[in-house]
């Protein structure tokens, strides 16, 4: 194709874009190209994820709002799955957009020279809404990215090498982020990678204390504890009460940085703006984002407590990492209106009581029919259910898919179903799902004999 030809067929795509009211035939084009492209250019392994979740077709999405996804032809689904826990704002938040408008009409990304204000005023909030004296931020654009700059800033910080992550933790897929990752299929192609990390068994205080007494026996110095508060991509796992704590002290007694990746627990999605608060547990470093950007903007990073930010990172700020658009202007305005949001409309009480309410209906499921659900677990609005076997669970999600619930597996244990709504869900949207749930359950038993 020429250039000429490609900025042509750009047009095209940019009218779609802008046309409110697409005719059939344009969604069928829409959806005819997607598929082929998606197929030919981005990867056939996606496409036949898709498909096979939506029953005969792909569906394309095109519009969302509060706690739904739309299709290209207006088919509704109850967001159930929340961009994995991005969305608990909701979807297209209008006073989060509206702040991210106002800011792209004066500055989208900043100089990288001079100061830009919003990356300080949204550095002293997040300090502002963090437990014990966590302040000193570094802004991201990515989990993954976050994760690595908090391994880093661990072993500039105490000087050791070591890591301890645990059996079955999600921290994301870049190489040291997945280094920390327990679940072998995502590692194994990727070895060697961090050598220096030790598995320990996830809840088990005992476990991660022997690691560290062994590794300091023989002479090796542990940089960092990295847990999730709450395991998500293992299928929701809520470690023993006490757990955090104890991590905390042995972290203390042998001056070992405490990191907790609050990517999918935090900014309210587990009752409380951070699962950490619920436990009275301060990390030294804890990572942030999902829905820290409101589900409009992709920003994350760390915050970690005073004595982490150590002379050499102030003699050159840079050292840690200088990401082009790590806290970006616009993405910046995005947290910024979500922090606000968050309060004002107190969307960790939200997701607390509206996450009791979807456990109640889940639970009686689970009573309804022992020979499919195995457990339901989580709190506030990070909820699993757990089936008999994967291919049951996987059933009964495409049943709910079926019938306009959109949730997805867990990305380490496929038999858990994830319930990460947005927090702006309604207790009719709620009710909903428990009803249209029961119905796919329903067929899932007859269809397995169960
Ligand atoms: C706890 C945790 N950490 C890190 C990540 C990685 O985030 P990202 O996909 O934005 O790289 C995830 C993503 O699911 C996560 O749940």
Redesign the pocket.
Known sequence: MSYEEVSKSIDQVIGYIRNDHLSDEEKDTITKETVHYFDQYVSPGWLKYRKSVSTNSAVVEWRDHDAVCEGLYGEEFIDCLGG??IYTCGHRNPEIIELVKAQLDHQALHSQELLDPLRGYLAKAVADITPGDLRHCFFTN??????EMALKLARIATGGKWFISTVGA?????MG?ISMGGKNTYRAPYTPMVQQVQHVEYGNAEDARKAVRNLTAVGEQVAAIIV?PIQ??AGIIIPPEGYLAELRAICDEYQIALIF?????GMGRTGTMWRCEAEGVTPDIM?F??AFGGGVM?I?GIICRPPLWTEELVNNPWLLGSPTFGGNPVCCAAALATIKYMIDYDIPGQCRDKGTVLKAGLLELKEKYPTVIHDVRGIGLMLAVEFVTSDVGYSVAKGMFARGVMTAGT?VNSKCVRFEPAAVITEEQIKAVIERMDAAVADTKTEFSL
């Open positions: 994995f826990g990515g989990g993954a990215e976050a994760v999600f921290h994301g897929k870049s982020a999730e998500g991509e990746d609050e990517i999918q627990t990572t984002g999902k992709p994350t990305l």
